[in-house]
């Protein structure tokens, strides 16, 4: 299994894969050992479906030098390329759109029968229940809860309602009880996704909330940290803001996609928050609960940016001073709105207002973990470091695995999955250094 893109794609592999081990397939980490390789896609911008396409190729290899007999696609790109797909890619055997994934056992048996490529693409209107295996893929001390499947935002720059479809909420009941296996198994970190969090129940009608669903999973034993990603702003309320603040379970950090901040181009991307409404949320979090980690994603280029709109976003990221930023070229999507509007950017000015935003994040990044020495923060063990076995590496509850930086431990000896206590002593642009107290 190769899965490609975010957090939620890994969800729907992890799935694939329970499915599979419970049919009494083996899973190999050696592609050349594989008779059946799965590649799970992703295709919300360029990049993604590049590294998507050249996934697949690499492992259409395979086919001619390992065991591998069939080759399926999976995921969002069959989802919106179905028929170039299965034009341009005839290596490939099956492919499986993003509400048929569960059925992969099922499938691979009515590829027996056959020699003709195959598709399974219906419309994107599942949701999985907590009855089907997952085997979990992250390291087993964390791992991500999916929540919802689907968007039902509608920004103009975004192609996911149409591969996902509308938000569609799990249970509650069903979320608390695949965590609390999850906790049976060891997992202390519990990252909670779905393409807008602060959407989930509002398509239940009964008043549930996320603020529902988190005071559920803090009472289950053996979870520590959990942790809130893809927090649209709108959607933050007072309630939940609070809940943050007093719930010792919750990681006092919240990702909060903004975009951006001028108000043309947020009335461009559809997006429902203004700029103030934007600054006013951060500075009422900042105020509520000062020890807080912020991070967020930017467009930079969208179509009709100009000088002045760019120039607001830089202010506004010197002013606001994430502790995490990722920031994207916009990427024009055949299928949305954004995609047929004029003034478009170039890619040379996208490429320039990338860098600028990177290097002042990078100075301001730096600044604020030169402000957290000598202070003292909770850290889950994660191993050696990649540079030395000298060093113990892990995350705070500030950083988010996979996206945010890492904390070296220069002293002390823990096992992997601990949490220990660390003062930090040192630091880098993203990463902290400390030893256990």
């Not at 694939?16 to 799970?40: C, F, H, P, Q, W």
């Not at 099922?106 to 219906?122: D, N, P, S, V, W």
């Not at 002293?411 to 030893?435: C, P």
Request: overall charge negative.
């Amino acid at each position: 299994m190769v899965s490609l893109g975010c957090p939620k794609n890994l969800v729907d592999a992890e799935v694939m894969l329970g499915v599979l081990s419970r049919e009494e397939y083996e899973i190999t980490t050696n592609e050349k050992e594989a008779d059946v390789i799965i590649v799970n896609t992703c295709s919300f911008i360029k990049e993604a479906k590049q590294e998507s396409i050249d996934a697949i190729l690499d492992l259409a290899e395979r086919k001619h030098d390992g065991h591998c007999h069939t080759l399926i696609v999976s995921g969002c790109l069959p989802q919106r390329y179905q028929d170039e797909l299965a034009k341009e890619l005839p290596e490939v055997d099956i492919f499986i759109g993003t509400g048929d994934y569960p059925r992969i056992a099922e499938i691979l048996a009515e590829k027996a029968g056959t020699t003709e490529q195959l598709r399974y693409i219906g419309d994107p209107d599942y949701v999985y229940d907590e009855n089907l295996p997952r085997l979990n893929s992250s390291p087993g001390w964390y791992s991500f809860l999916k929540i919802g499947e689907g968007c039902s935002n509608c920004c103009s720059y975004c192609i996911i309602p149409k591969l996902r479809g509308a938000y569609r909420s799990r249970p509650v009941e069903a979320l608390v009880a695949e965590a609390e296996k999850l906790a049976a198994r060891g997992v202390k970190e519990l990252n909670i996704i779905s393409q807008d969090i602060t959407r989930y129940g509002s398509d239940m009608g009964d008043g549930t909330t996320l603020e529902t669903l988190l005071r559920r999973l803090v009472t289950i034993e053996g979870i520590q940290w959990i942790r809130l990603l893809y927090a649209y702003p709108d959607g933050i309320s007072d309630s939940l803001i609070a809940l943050i603040r007093d719930e010792p379970k919750i990681c006092k950090y919240l990702d909060i996609p903004i975009q951006h901040i001028s108000d043309p181009v947020l009335q461009r991307m559809k997006r429902r928050s203004s700029e103030q409404q934007i600054r006013d949320l951060i500075a009422k979090l900042r105020h509520e609960i000062p020890s807080i980690s912020l991070r967020t994603s930017l467009i930079v280029g969208f179509p009709g940016e100009t000088a002045e709109d760019f120039s607001t976003l830089m202010h506004f990221v010197e002013q606001a001073q994430f502790d995490r930023l990722g920031v994207f070229c916009y990427s024009r999507e055949e299928g949305t709105p954004a995609a047929d509007m004029a003034e478009q950017v170039s890619e040379r000015i996208k490429r320039e207002r990338y860098r600028k935003l990177m290097r002042a994040q990078a100075r301001l990044s730096f600044r604020r973990n030169r402000a957290l020495i000598d202070q003292t923060e909770q850290v889950i063990v994660e191993g050696y470091s990649e540079e030395t076995e000298l060093l113990l590496k892990g995350r705070s509850s500030r950083q988010a695995p996979d996206i945010d930086g890492q904390v070296y431990i220069t002293s002390g000896t823990a096992d992997v999955g601990d949490i220990v206590t660390i003062r930090f002593t040192d630091s880098s642009d993203y990463d902290l250094i400390g030893e256990m107290v």
